[in-house]
T-cell receptor
Framework: KNEVEQSPQNLTAQEGEFITINCSYSVGISALHWLQQHPGGGIVSLFMLSSGKKKHGRLIATINIQEKHSSLHITASHPRDSAVYICAVRAQAGTALIFGKGTTLSVSS | DTAVSQTPKYLVTQMGNDKSIKCEQNLGHDTMYWYKQDSKKFLKIMFSYNNKELIINETVPNRFSPKSPDKAHLNLHINSLELGDSAVYFC??????????????FGPGTRLTVT
């Protein structure tokens, strides 16, 4: 079992819908990252958080340390949000990220 | 103004060859990483260097040898390439080895195809 589990694996939505992607992890962490990988392959860091909630534009990330769970929300989804969203954690004892398998989001107009 | 750059972007080579991928960052970071993304798009750490010193070396065949000539560069040399080495290799960098809360910046990736 992977130390970082994401759900759903694939997600399709209509433009304007509210999107939620979930991430659960089994190790102690110092930080959790949400990354976005576009169809072209580049990886961009969206959020890094260790508690509470962060918001950037239409994106919101939350984390519950006690439950070892994080969610990424996209409000008013748009076709340009179509990408793979990857949850990754930094374990307390090290620096390297441990990745989930990603959620492929496809938003149609 | 590229923050983390990798060369080449694409690399096609035959089994048994030796090849290198170069990575450079101009962010002033002191920690650099190599990740491998397999055909199922799953990312996994290979190596991590902090101030030119190896700090993480996951279970990677010793045909892979990272080299860090200085803090801004981390190159990956691969000997005797095998079909299973075909993947996308991402370089990344961040501040601070050890425990920390540092964002990682990724290079554009190098797509290696071994035929």
């Amino acid at each position: 079992k992977n130390e970082v589990e994401q759900s759903p694996q694939n997600l399709t939505a209509q433009e304007g819908e509210f999107i939620t992607i979930n991430c659960s992890y089994s190790v102690g962490i110092s930080a959790l990252h949400w990354l976005q990988q576009h169809p072209g392959g580049g990886i961009v860091s969206l959020f890094m958080l260790s508690s509470g909630k962060k918001k950037h534009g239409r994106l919101i990330a939350t984390i519950n340390i006690q439950e070892k769970h994080s969610s990424l929300h996209i409000t008013a989804s748009h076709p340009r949000d179509s990408a793979v969203y990857i949850c990754a954690v930094r374990a307390q004892a090290g620096t390297a990220l441990i990745f989930g398998k990603g959620t492929t989001l496809s938003v149609s107009s | 103004d590229t923050a983390v750059s990798q060369t080449p972007k694409y690399l096609v080579t035959q089994m048994g060859n030796d090849k290198s991928i170069k990575c450079e960052q101009n962010l002033g970071h002191d920690t650099m990483y190599w990740y491998k993304q397999d055909s199922k798009k799953f990312l996994k750490i290979m190596f991590s260097y902090n101030n030119k010193e190896l700090i993480i070396n996951e279970t990677v065949p010793n045909r892979f040898s990272p080299k860090s000539p200085d803090k801004a560069h981390l190159n990956l040399h691969i000997n005797s390439l095998e079909l299973g080495d075909s993947a996308v290799y991402f370089c990344a960098s961040s501040l601070g080895g050890g425990r920390g809360f540092y964002e990682q910046y990724f290079g554009p990736g190098t797509r290696l195809t071994v035929t």
